[in-house]
């Protein structure tokens, strides 16, 4: 017997726009459904009185609230309220973004506090969605939860953004243009491998292309060399889409982190969408995407050396970098493509509806 489909209520701290969610809600296969997005004021009495409010009002209705990553607490609040199903969109624990930002001796109660809202927030959801195979095997042994709870998504790249006109980028605007660009965009913490860029870039032969780095603040030590473009500011949608068309190769985490054995970055299906020779470490979450060594320029461990001489082979063996552009922008198609998961993230939250 079929029954009418569940109200869906989308809940964060931050816009729709932020973080892996937007992938999700801005497919045309979600939009079909009766899914409502709410952003939620950050303060504790606001948030509580909000929380409180949104379960009061669907009182005795089979609605699915849905926590979006990294709101990961309202969780919490949300269950002082409401008996029915709560599913956290988690993607990775909050202690995994402090652990990426580095550790902070002397403030080690923010590493506690995120220890604890992820317990708490993880076993108290319904059911729980993570980015990767290997990131599931891992909540449900730290947090000590069944593994029938938790669900792998991909976070993927929000495909719609691209829609948008592109736009000048005014610190790559006088460029050598007779140079190719190969580009790093991403966190300047201790697992993203900055260290071993800016140590290639200053190698004999790494003036045979542009270097393009671009994160969202200069708070690094690192030198580079002259031919090396910096942007250290929060880009547009707009002017992501220019840089990745313009660049040739795409840089990925190239650190040993422990912490990539779990996650797969954000510019993994970045390059896979836009069709990208991409450098990487060979990491067990990554291979669950890009299985092929034909997809991704894979290495165990990279040092300067070896990072230049990757790239100056891609560069100059334009068969090899043309088959690790279709190889990737394939595997992307197949297992990453925005409809493909916003189709499985209304799956995953549905579970034990009909339809």
């Known amino acids: 017997m079929e029954t009418e489909r569940p109200k869906i209520v989308c809940l964060s701290f931050y816009d729709q726009t932020y973080s892996r969610g937007s992938v999700y809600l801005n497919s045309s296969y979600v939009k079909s459904y009766d899914l409502f997005f709410k952003k939620i004021d950050t303060g504790f009495t606001a948030s509580l009185r909000m929380t409180h409010l949104m379960a009061k009002n669907e009182k005795n209705t089979e609605t699915i609230f849905v926590v979006l990553s990294p709101s990961h607490v309202l969780v919490l609040l949300l269950r002082l309220f409401w008996r029915g199903k709560i599913v956290l969109d988690a993607g990775w624990p909050l202690t995994d973004a402090a652990i990426s930002r580095g550790f902070n001796l002397t403030k080690p109660w923010k590493m506690m506090k995120s220890v604890a809202i992820d317990f708490m927030s993880i076993r108290l959801a319904t059911r729980v969605i993570v980015e990767s195979a290997a990131q599931a095997k891992r909540v449900a042994r730290l947090f000590k939860v069944r593994k029938s709870k938790i669900f792998v998504l991909f976070t993927g790249f929000d495909e719609s953004s691209t829609a948008l006109n592109e736009v000048d980028v005014p610190e790559i605007a006088n460029l050598d243009t007779t140079k190719p660009i190969v580009a790093f965009r991403g966190s300047s913490n201790p697992e993203s491998g900055l260290d071993i860029i800016a140590e290639m870039s200053k190698l004999p032969g790494s003036d045979a292309f542009n270097l393009l780095i671009c994160t969202n603040t200069g708070n690094f030590n690192y030198n580079f060399s002259p031919n090396t473009y910096l942007i250290t500011r929060r880009l547009s949608a ?118």
């Open 238 to 355: 707009q002017e992501i889409t220019h840089i990745y068309r313009a660049s040739l190769i795409l840089i990925g985490q190239i650190s040993t982190n422990k912490r990539l054995n779990f996650t797969i970055p954000h510019k993994a299906f970045e390059a896979g969408y836009f069709e990208k020779a991409y450098i990487s470490s060979d990491r067990p979450a990554i291979r669950e995407l890009y299985l092929s060594d034909d997809a991704v320029s894979f290495s165990q461990k990279f040092d300067a050396n070896l990072l230049l001489n990757s790239i100056l082979e891609l560069i100059s063996n334009s068969e090899k970098r043309f088959l690790l552009e279709r190889s990737i922008s394939r595997a992307y198609r197949e297992r990453a493509k925005q409809e493909l998961l916003g189709e499985r993230f209304i799956r995953i939250i549905l579970t034990n509806h009909s339809k």
